[in-house]
């Protein structure tokens, strides 16, 4: 698993705004990010906390930054170590080393921030919000992820993984109704994937267990069992266009 994360600033009213930001590379959502009027190790620091509590990574996790002394800081440094993180940095003049989070700052910039006018923190916070939480994770289409949304891809991937065996497409419609839209964040949000996986992956491996086991059926049952499944599994992929 990668990350990627940096910082950017915004003038609000003469007073500088820097906004930091980390990203899930395999899905391109954006996890965390925090705003602050001061460039220090204090507003990255706060926003890899704030990721590390969102999605609890394991062991191995790569976070790949530039060379800012905001990422470079013994406070950041003691904070990935305590957290078993291992540190990235693009290499000295070559921003492309980045290039994801270029890209996300070059698309907030044209859709957000460029010919705008903020009045207050409050707002430019309001702002961001809204684009990144709302629009950026939700529906905004990546050309390098299918042309699914960041929440969209991940759902997807969550459900392959569950179901390994099924090479079918699996869409999610963007355009439903409030209620709709509630019931698919319930079932497939990536918030409860791990209820998913423990609830619903685990019996049915257990399951496959007491299928195959001499004591729950006989081998002529379990023939005709095996023999089904694979009726029902042809009638399928004739189905299929």
């Known amino acids: 698993m990668v990350w990627v994360a940096d910082l950017s600033d915004r003038e609000v009213k003469k007073p ?3 906004l930091s930001v980390i990203m899930d590379l395999d899905s391109r ?3 965390s990010w925090s705003l602050d009027n001061k460039r220090t190790t204090q507003v990255t620091r706060r926003t890899l906390q704030n990721a590390v509590r969102k999605r609890r990574p394991e062991v191995g996790l790569i976070l790949h930054t530039d060379r800012g002394v905001e990422y470079r800081g013994s406070e950041y440094q003691k904070e990935l170590h305590k957290q078993g993180i291992t540190h990235s940095l693009s290499r000295p003049g070559k921003c492309t080393d980045n290039a994801h989070m270029e890209s996300f700052f070059h698309s907030m910039k044209a859709e957000l921030i460029r010919q705008t006018t903020f009045h207050s923190t409050e707002e430019l916070k309001y702002a961001l919000a809204r684009y990144i939480n709302d629009y950026y994770n939700r529906k905004r289409l990546h050309s390098g992820i299918g042309y699914c949304s960041p929440i969209e ?4 991937a969550a459900w392959r993984w569950m179901c390994p065996f099924y090479r079918g497409k699996i869409t999610f419609l963007s ?10 964040a319930h079932y497939f949000g990536y918030g409860d994937a791990y209820y998913l996986v423990n609830h619903i992956r685990k ?3 257990s399951l496959v267990f007491k299928l195959s086991s001499s004591s729950w059926a006989s081998k002529h ?6 023999q089904a499944s694979c009726i029902r599994r042809n009638q399928r992929l004739l189905e299929r266009p």
């Open 175 to 184: 355009n439903t109704t409030p209620s709709q839209k509630s019931v698919r």
């Open 153 to 156: 891809y991940e759902r997807i």
């Open 29 to 31: 959502r954006i996890i």
């Open 16 to 18: 500088w705004h820097y």
């Open 221 to 226: 049952e379990k023939s005709r069992w095996y």
């Open 203 to 205: 019996p049915l491996i």
